[in-house]
């Protein structure tokens, strides 16, 4: 295994391009099985669940034509997606095990098709994360579900799923998306109440709208979706990474550093995050490509944060916001509402001398002057981030193993880092 080995004490500085974002284009992907015709994505990152997500569409009858390799660094690749017939509607163990988005192939196969079977994905670092709220939509739109050995199978009766209102009692990025999906080619009207806001879903509908679907409620709680009895192909560019963003302005701010994440609309998908960077001390100024992040003053301010859906602030930063604030002036609160079990970083970043308590599902972070570089344990996507950016502030070096969470979700993240003056390697099978 490979292992990421980081010398902190080097302020950042240049310019770092942000890339594609993996969760857009993962639904955007599965949206290419909608049509027989080709959908061609663009600003796809080069990560490990792209390729893994690739693999599963062809599975199903999708052949894909790598169109333009993007070799630049922050370059996406350019795929298209021709799906003429789906040749097979099961979703084996063996891929959605490695990836819960794969369960975002449930909702077009069930709309091209009429039935789709797909393994339940499983627990996973971060929960628990059941599927309930997908299954209930499906129901709510005819759908006949059943659950044998580990897999769920969904049939439409009369092979046409029917529109139908679907309400989320909790809400669901992944089942708003899959329900968008699945309503575009169903017979009527649904409904989707109490959806996921995230700019993510608005990028998809855009997609489905250019494929000719007819969504209309985008970034607000309800989405209307009349079905139509075809969808075609179109192009269409995946959005900038907010995550990512937001991920490398508190690396520029951590190390007091200066970068420009160059990318499209920044500022605007970053809604919740901004909100929270800016109140800790950082300050963003827009640029013609992108925009400008760095430390207003010397110091980066304690500051409670919850995790709330979009436009609250999002998990998918708590663990990269626990890490700046382990080093901020006072002390700070988070709160962790959307995930259980989503502090597996903080006995790591502990082990680098900060000093984190935990009651429930709130951490309490008091700053410290320095951390310490240590041998670290890479535990999900968010938490290896979070080690990372720790190690590019902390003394001497910190070596983060398990890294293959990082190359699921940070595109070229060594090479990126490197460039803006970073003291970081990969180093191939020196990991453990
Ligand atoms: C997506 C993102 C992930 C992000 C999360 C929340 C992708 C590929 N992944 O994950 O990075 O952290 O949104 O912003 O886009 N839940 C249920 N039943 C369900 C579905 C979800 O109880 O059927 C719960 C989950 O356990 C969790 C909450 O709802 O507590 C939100 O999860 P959800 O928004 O569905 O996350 P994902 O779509 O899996």
Redesign the pocket.
């Known amino acids: 295994m490979d292992r990421i080995a980081v010398t902190g004490g080097f302020a950042l500085k240049g310019s770092l391009p942000i890339s594609g974002a993996k969760?857009a284009a993962?639904p955007l992907m599965c949206a290419g099985l909608l049509t027989e015709s080709a959908l061609t994505l663009s600003n796809l990152p080069h990560l490990a669940d792209i390729s893994t997500l690739k693999s599963l569409l062809e599975g199903h009858g999708a052949e894909t034509k790598i169109e333009d390799e993007g070799k630049k660094l922050g370059e996406g690749q350019i795929i298209s997606f021709t799906t003429p017939a789906i040749t097979n509607t099961t979703a084996p163990y063996d891929i959605v095990r490695k990836m819960?988005?794969s369960i975002l192939v449930l909702g077009p196969l069930l709309a091209r098709t009429g039935e789709a079977t797909v393994s339940l994905p499983g627990g996973c670092a971060i929960?628990?994360?059941?599927?309930?709220?997908?299954l209930k939509g499906f129901e709510a739109m005819g759908a006949n579900i059943e659950l044998e050995e580990g897999y769920v199978r969904a049939v439409a009766p009369g092979g046409r799923l029917k529109g139908g209102t679907v309400v989320f009692p909790?809400?669901?990025?992944?089942?708003t998306e899959n329900i968008l999906m699945a309503a575009t080619l169903a017979e009527g009207t649904t409904v989707i109440e109490n959806a996921?806001r995230?700019p993510?879903i608005a990028d998809l509908a855009s997609c489905l709208i250019a494929m000719g679907a007819n969504i209309t409620g985008i970034g607000t709680r309800t989405l209307t979706v009349e079905g139509v009895d075809k969808l075609h192909g179109t192009e269409y560019s995946v959005m900038s990474d907010r995550i990512e963003a937001g991920s490398y302005a508190i690396a520029a701010a951590m190390t007091r550093g200066e970068l420009e994440l160059v990318g499209e609309n920044l500022l605007e998908v970053m809604t919740g995050t901004v909100g929270a960077l800016h109140e800790a001390g950082i300050e963003f100024t827009e640029t013609d490509q992108g925009v400008i992040a760095k430390l207003a003053s010397d110091k980066i301010k304690g500051i409670n944060v919850t995790t709330q859906?979009f436009p609250g602030f999002?998990?998918?930063m708590q663990a990269q916001v626990m890490a700046m604030m382990t080093i901020c002036d006072s002390a700070s609160v988070i709160n962790e509402t959307?995930?259980e079990n989503r502090f597996m970083h903080v006995p790591e970043l502990t082990r680098m001398g900060a000093d984190i308590t935990m009651h429930g599902s709130t951490a309490i972070v008091r700053g410290v002057d320095q951390l310490l570089g240590a041998p670290v344990m890479a535990t999900d996507l968010r938490a290896s981030m979070s080690l990372v950016l720790a190690g590019l502030v902390a003394d001497r070096q910190t070596f983060v193993n398990r890294i293959y969470h990082l190359d699921r979700g940070y595109e070229r993240l060594v090479e990126k880092l490197q460039n803006v003056g970073a003291k970081i390697t990969r180093d191939s099978g020196m990991g453990i």
Do not use: Q
Request: glycine letters at 8%; hydrophobic letters at 35%.
């Open positions: 969760n993962l819960r988005a929960g628990n994360r059941p599927i309930d709220l997908h909790t809400v669901s990025v992944g089942a996921a995230e993510e859906p999002p998990t998918d959307i995930f």
